[in-house]
């Protein structure tokens, strides 16, 4: 249907309109650079979520496809009265929506529409407009529209035993809040259509130019090539600065070298742009011999991969809580030892958590210090284990009060160099500070990646030499990760 605009594409359009046009019309740009493992988890989430959710209306019928076949369809569900039907589809004046549930009351004469969201809090710039639009859809087919609720997931609910669909889901009634923007997204629906329809290429640049990098959209580069790869929005929490962005986007200021004194830089953007425009490491070898008196010996760096499962796999979880199914730890036992290896990987049914922390306690001693990079991270997963399993508390208080965060070096701008680009992330420090080691020989190369190819694992919808083949690239990826953060650690030592 290519002449209408569909909820997916005006929620674009709302995010950036340029992007949702090059998407309609370019879409050998749009989609040039593959999706991401995390982008391709929140679409499989969604999914997942979207069918368990339905279970909160046993009598539902779907109605399947979005051509014409299911219109027609949807009319006949429509006209015969049907209760529950899932992702209906109606289309109107150039404008076409898949409802997640829509539900009659034969009593009131009215429908419900249910709105399913794979997240624990509703977001009311994304998700209000999402459900808005479609009841503007339904309102011109001429379904009475009464009930307008969003469904998402109870971050209170802790699974125990079967998993409780009711108390898995919160209901909330958005009836209010939506009707109050009824009349300002019917005019942006109007206006995305003009634009959106347009075959003419909009000019100028997109609305992303104001945004911090994370934050562009798929096709910046296309509609911004006067923004070099690397800019002031690569500049340190600059999107938490939109003020300073703006007024540096407003004057063509790009480049990190013109910035001047054109806006007030924090600590960490002014040394991110002196170390680039000096072309040289901006170094603290005091503070650094400071941090690493701090360490005894032996040195543990450990790593955690995990699973942010939305639904629930196993008693004592929440919605989003992450199931950690492997470690990797390199020892270090003293200054002139040679390094060991140990690591786990859970491939078994059930919670992995209890075979996890009995491995980790062999291998990790009452005394020594704990590294790792981020410590939120690892330190919030050892609280998480210890809730659950009260008899490992003792030995994981006593981990999480020997942790040393290495990412703190650089994130406190004692090693400054201008190829991390203001980040503090290892995958951005490792290149620079070890060049002969990367990442790039492993086929899992990132959290993410991780965390999917275990949950083949799990499902058993592997072969046997496909499992035995990403079991094996598992322990690979996290054990560079700690072996990462041993050379590191090195190098740094090495500074004298």
Sequence with gaps: MPNTISKTDYLLYRECAKNAWMKRHRAEVYYAGELSEFEKHIIETGNEVELVARELFPTGVLVEGRDEAAQKETAAWV???QETIFQPIFVKDGFLAAVDILKYDAAAGRYSLYEVKASNEIDKKVHLYDLAFQVVLLRKCGLPVGGMYLV???????????????QLFAVDDVGEEIENMLAEVERDMLAAREYL????????????VYKGRSNHCATFAHHNPHVPAYSVHDLNRIGSSKKKLME????????????????????????????????????????IA?????????????????????????????????????????????????????????????????????????????????????????????????ARMPDTREFFESVNARIFDLMEIFSKQHY???DFKGSASIKKVLPVMVPDLSYKDLDIREGG???????KIIDRKCTVAETEKIAEDLKKYCERDTYAMYAIWRELGRLG
Excluded at 449 to 455: F, I, P, R, T
């Design 416 to 418: 400054v160099h201008k």
């Design 152 to 166: 998402h997931l109870n971050k209170e609910y802790v699974r125990a035993g079967e998993l409780d669909i009711v």
């Design 449 to 455: 990646a991780a965390a999917q190819s275990w949950k």
């Design 248 to 287: 540096l986007v407003d004057v063509g200021v790009f480049h990190l070298h013109e910035i001047g004194d054109r806006v007030e830089l924090n600590e960490a953007q002014q040394k991110q742009v002196q170390a680039h425009m000096e072309d040289r490491v901006l170094l603290r070898k005091d503070k």
């Design 79 to 81: 006209a015969a009265k």
């Design 290 to 386: 400071e941090e690493f008196a701090t360490l005894q010996y032996p040195l543990y760096f450990l790593d955690y991969e995990t699973f942010p499962s939305a639904v629930p796999l196993f008693d004592g979880y929440s919605p989003y809580d992450q199931v950690p199914f492997q470690y990797s730890l390199h020892i270090l036992e003293a200054p002139d030892a040679a390094l060991k290896s140990v690591g786990f990987l859970y491939t078994e049914s059930g919670d992995p958590a209890p075979a996890l922390a009995r491995s980790l306690a062999s291998h990790i001693g009452p005394v020594g210090s704990v590294i790792v990079w981020y410590k939120p991270f690892e330190k919030t997963r050892n609280s998480e284990m210890a």
């Design 197 to 208: 329809l347009n075959d003419e290429e909009p000019k100028g640049s997109c609305g992303c």
